[in-house]
């Protein structure tokens, strides 16, 4: 993406980088728990702690990256949120910030003690799975835009799109290992 975008070239140039970097954070945010994981040798609060932090720098990166969207957009005198990619974007943020903030909960069980700690994590982690799936389609929706087919043809736009569809899966791969498979063997 730093190759494709050149940061710093014009002010939309930072919108993919940030948001690829957000989307990055994200990934690694839910893949610290996965077995795979390179902190897997670390402690659980550890890890839960690298988690955070990551969703943080992931939150962090896709403010900056909308905002910068945002402005283009205005200096440039054109429509908000009139393409797929701009309102399933919009709904990935928003999305993800109210994750986190429901992130805290685990973070500070006191908070709310409406469920049990294990039904919010249940809850935490299936919202959290929506959430990623909703930012490899808007993603991927980015990669169908002008901008990016104008930039990124033939096989390598192929494979741009393929690295999303693989960490989703993934993904929902780990989730599925880590609370659904989990749950069954318990019965």
Sequence with gaps: MIYVSKPGSTLFSWHPLLMALAFFFMT??????SPDSLLRSLSRKAR????WVLHLLA???????LGIIY????????????????LVGL??????????????????PKLVQRWTLATRKLYHATSGLLGYLLACGSLMLGMCSLWFTA????????????????????????????YV???RSQS
């Design 91 to 108: 709904l990935t943020i928003l999305w993800t910030v109210v994750q986190n903030l429901g992130g805290v909960t685990l973070l500070y």
């Design 181 to 183: 498979y989990h749950k």
């Design 151 to 178: 930039n990124v043809a033939g096989m390598a736009w192929y494979l741009c799109v393929v690295c999303p569809l693989l960490s989703g899966l993934v993904v929902m791969n780990q989730v599925s290992n880590a």
């Design 28 to 33: 690694e945010a839910i893949m610290v728990f």
């Design 48 to 51: 839960t702690r690298a988690h």
């Design 71 to 86: 402005g283009n957009k205005v200096l440039h005198e054109k429509p908000h949120f009139s393409t797929w990619h701009g």
């Design 59 to 65: 939150v962090l990166c896709a403010l900056i990256g």
